[in-house]
């Protein structure tokens, strides 16, 4: 079963706006890593998040984590439409397996 | 550096049939994945190699599926016989094994996409 939960299930947003989405998850984390896909591509990694890690920043992206509300943010400043893509957040249980949510379709309008 | 190799990129083929994937993960990587993502959904495990060992095969439906990584290093995915609900992206991943690597960050391949008619 899938450990993550990403919401909104969709996003569609102005170039130069801001993307938030959210992941929620159920068990203790030894991290939380955060995915790009692109249509008909593999996955690529963004950015990893450690469960005593409360913020992250990395270029344009912003990543949170509440380990007691058990639950992570990816914010995605100034977008682009090269963001456009699917994002996938994935937990890590402490034995180097990584489960995924459903991931957050995101539509960057020119 | 190379990334992760996979092939064929697309195969179509008809259900009862047979099919292998194929992937060279990043050199020096000792573990590699595989995984099923069903159009909609995220990446689900099916199998997870340390060098030519099995770690975890706990989802992969192995009356119809196997894996192998004989030398460590490139491994292949069959399916044996196809049904309908196979057809999915397949894709393969690896990373540093865990004492060399801090973190788990997997490289993925571009994947197989597969349609079983």
């Known amino acids: 079963s899938q450990q993550g939960e990403e919401d909104p299930q969709a996003l569609s947003i102005q170039e130069g706006e801001n993307a938030t989405m959210n992941c929620s998850y159920k068990?203790?984390?030894?991290?939380l890593q955060w995915y790009r896909q692109n249509s008909g591509r593999g996955l690529v990694h963004l950015i990893l998040?450690?469960?005593?890690?409360r913020e992250k920043h990395s270029g344009r992206l912003r990543v949170t984590l509440d380990t007691s509300k058990k639950s992570s943010s990816l914010l995605i400043t100034a977008s682009r439409a090269a963001d456009t893509a699917s994002y996938f957040c994935?937990?890590?249980?402490?034995?180097?397996?990584?489960?995924f949510g459903a991931g957050t379709t995101v539509t960057v309008r020119a | 550096e190379a990334g992760v190799a996979q092939s064929p990129r697309y195969k179509i083929i008809e259900k009862r049939q047979s099919v292998a994937f194929w992937c060279n993960p990043i050199?020096?990587?000792?573990?590699l994945y595989w995984y099923q993502q069903i159009l909609g959904q995220g990446p689900k495990l099916l199998i997870q190699?340390?060098?030519?060992?099995?770690?975890?095969d706990s989802q992969l439906p192995k009356d119809r599926f196997s894996a192998e990584r004989l030398k460590g290093v490139d491994s292949t995915l069959k399916i044996q016989p196809a049904k309908l609900e196979d057809s999915a992206v397949y894709l393969c991943?690896?990373?540093?094994?865990?004492?060399?690597?801090?973190?788990?960050?997997?490289?993925f391949g571009p994947g197989t996409r597969l349609t079983v008619l």
């Open positions: 991943a690896s990373s540093l094994e865990a004492p060399l690597s801090n973190s788990n960050e997997q490289f």
């Open positions: 068990t203790s984390i030894n991290n």
């Open positions: 998040i450690r469960s005593n890690e």
């Open positions: 994935a937990t890590d249980l402490d034995d180097y397996k990584l489960s």
């Open positions: 050199s020096g990587h000792a573990t």
């Open positions: 190699f340390q060098n030519n060992g099995v770690v975890d």
